[in-house]
């Protein structure tokens, strides 16, 4: 559709000598050169097909270019899963020390399950190490990783709060629904970060709250489960904001190459305006 495109139709396409070749790439490879730049180049050195060859090459540039944001942003999607995932391992183990897990109680129980938490985060890790896909394929993943690690971790607290001796309180005092000034006073203990469980149970204690310590407990694992929330929501949203940006960085360039391809609405009737309206019109 090309009008300068049609010497192909007048010369055949021969192929390249490798000094040829290396003229070509040499200037199509710089994206600062624009594809006149590369076709004037090319057509001082005489080589046949010059306009034609030289649009091929800058084509060609512009598709490795996607193809390497594209693994690029691969690399950066794995490197953040496994950062969320570090990031749980870490948190699992200390809230098992805060629950005063260790392996003489409760007839190594809380042994095996240590022993199964830590297979569970060696196949998430393989898991992680073995995709090799694109986006969506990460997205998926991801989603199956975080279903998995939140159902794991809500089960390992139910599990494990009956076996922390502190915890026998409950079976002695009936836990009382708390008023609104009580939850306060907890969830203001809870709600910061720097906070360790310890700091919340005192607070709690000097307070003289009902049950103190299983609610201060139970106020900071829920804290946890909502950053992993909060966390996983940010993920998203980055991911998201990636991906349009990716996708507008890839619009301009499909129509800096069109323009520069000669495409216009009066070319060979309506076709190239049909063309430009196909798949990017949404």
Same mark, same amino acid.
């Given at each position: 559709?090309?009008?300068?495109? !049609?010497?192909?139709?007048?010369?055949?396409?021969?192929?390249?000598?490798?000094?040829?070749?290396?003229?070509? +790439?040499?200037?199509?490879?710089?994206?600062?050169?624009?594809?006149?730049?590369?076709?004037?180049?090319?057509?001082?050195?005489? !080589?046949?097909?010059?306009?034609?060859?030289?649009?091929?090459?800058?084509?060609?540039?512009? !598709?490795?270019?996607?193809?390497? @944001?594209? *693994?690029?942003?691969?690399?950066?999607?794995?490197?953040?899963? *496994?950062?969320?995932?570090?990031?749980?391992?870490?948190?699992?183990?200390?809230?098992? +020390?805060? !629950?005063?897990?260790?392996?003489?109680?409760?007839?190594?129980?809380?042994?095996?399950?240590?022993?199964?938490?830590?297979?569970?985060?060696?196949?998430?890790?393989?898991?992680?190490?073995?995709?090799?896909?694109?986006?969506?394929?990460?997205?998926?993943?991801?989603?199956? @990783?975080?279903?998995?690690?939140?159902?794991?971790?809500?089960? +390992?607290?139910?599990?494990?709060?009956? +076996?922390?001796?502190?915890?026998?309180?409950?079976?002695?005092?009936?836990?009382?629904?708390?008023?609104?000034?009580?939850?306060?006073?907890?969830?203001?203990?809870?709600?910061?970060?720097?906070?360790?469980?310890?700091?919340?149970?005192?607070?709690?204690?000097?307070?003289?709250?009902?049950?103190?310590?299983?609610?201060?407990?139970?106020?900071?694992?829920?804290?946890?489960?909502?950053?992993?929330?909060? @966390? *996983?929501?940010?993920?998203?949203?980055?991911?998201?904001?990636?991906?349009?940006?990716?996708?507008?960085?890839?619009?301009?360039?499909?129509?800096?190459?069109?323009? *520069?391809?000669?495409?216009?609405?009066?070319?060979?009737?309506?076709?190239?305006?049909?063309?430009?309206?196909?798949?990017?019109?949404?």
């Amino acid at each position: 559709m090309v009008p300068n495109h !049609l010497l192909c139709k007048k010369y055949k396409v021969t192929k390249w000598t490798n000094e040829e070749d290396a003229i070509i +790439m040499e200037h199509a490879a710089n994206k600062e050169s624009s594809i006149d730049v590369v076709v004037k180049a090319s057509e001082e050195k005489k !080589l046949p097909n010059a306009e034609s060859r030289a649009r091929s090459a800058v084509s060609k540039r512009f !598709l490795r270019s996607k193809e390497k @944001l594209k *693994k690029q942003s691969d690399i950066e999607l794995k490197e953040k899963l *496994k950062a969320e995932l570090d990031s749980l391992k870490i948190s699992l183990e200390e809230e098992t +020390m805060k !629950l005063g897990i260790a392996e003489n109680i409760n007839r190594q129980q809380p042994n095996k399950l240590k022993k199964e938490m830590e297979i569970e985060v060696a196949r998430l890790y393989d898991d992680l190490n073995c995709v090799e896909a694109p986006y969506d394929e990460f997205r998926k993943r991801l989603e199956v @990783l975080s279903v998995r690690n939140y159902a794991y971790l809500m089960k +390992m607290i139910l599990f494990l709060i009956p +076996m922390v001796p502190n915890h026998l309180l409950c079976k002695k005092y009936k836990v009382t629904k708390w008023t609104n000034e009580e939850d306060a006073i907890i969830m203001e203990h809870a709600a910061n970060k720097e906070s360790s469980i310890d700091v919340v149970v005192k607070a709690s204690e000097e307070k003289k709250l009902p049950n103190a310590e299983l609610r201060t407990r139970s106020a900071v694992s829920k804290r946890f489960l909502r950053s992993k929330e909060k @966390l *996983k929501k940010q993920i998203d949203i980055e991911l998201k904001e990636k991906l349009k940006i990716e996708l507008d960085s890839l619009k301009i360039l499909l129509k800096d190459e069109t323009m *520069k391809l000669g495409i216009a609405e009066n070319i060979n009737g309506q076709q190239p305006n049909k063309l430009e309206k196909g798949p990017y019109q949404n």
